[in-house]
């Protein structure tokens, strides 16, 4: 077994603090759990697309929800403005590259 990096982050939102809203409190463990299997560029251009969802909460309080810094938040933001074009891309799966995606039409 290998040691496990990084730990489940717990939200620190007030929704969550206070269990205000039953239906965010899992969303936001959601969000960290994904988080906790993303490598680190990954973490903050996923929480990059959610800031910038329509009615997305403030970095601020992103920054609560994620564990991650503002300013990684808008540093991730600025790279996927920039398409990424700086960010290295990692050949992890040169072995199974161009796998056929399987198209089945059972439904209309
Ligand atoms: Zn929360």
Same mark, same amino acid.
């Given at each position: 077994?290998?040691?496990?990096? #990084?730990?489940?982050?717990?939200?620190?939102?007030?929704?969550?603090?206070?269990? $205000?809203?039953?239906? =965010?409190? &899992?969303?936001? #463990?959601? =969000? +960290?759990?994904?988080?906790? #299997? *993303? +490598?680190? &560029?990954? @973490?903050?251009?996923?929480?990059?697309? *959610?800031?910038?969802?329509?009615?997305? &909460?403030?970095?601020?309080?992103?920054?609560? =929800?994620?564990? *991650?810094?503002?300013?990684? =938040?808008? #540093?991730? @933001?600025?790279?996927?403005?920039?398409? *990424?074009? +700086?960010?290295?891309?990692?050949?992890?799966?040169?072995?199974?590259?161009? @796998? &056929?995606?399987?198209?089945?039409? $059972?439904?209309?």
């Amino acid at each position: 077994m290998s040691a496990s990096s #990084r730990a489940l982050h717990e939200c620190e939102c007030s929704v969550c603090q206070q269990q $205000t809203d039953p239906e =965010i409190a &899992p969303y936001h #463990r959601q =969000i +960290n759990l994904l988080l906790s #299997r *993303l +490598n680190e &560029p990954q @973490r903050r251009w996923y929480v990059a697309v *959610l800031s910038q969802e329509p009615g997305a &909460p403030s970095d601020v309080e992103l920054a609560r =929800i994620t564990g *991650l810094d503002e300013k990684t =938040i808008w #540093r991730g @933001r600025q790279e996927l403005e920039a398409d *990424l074009l +700086n960010a290295p891309l990692h050949r992890q799966c040169a072995e199974g590259g161009g @796998r &056929p995606v399987a198209e089945k039409k $059972t439904r209309p």
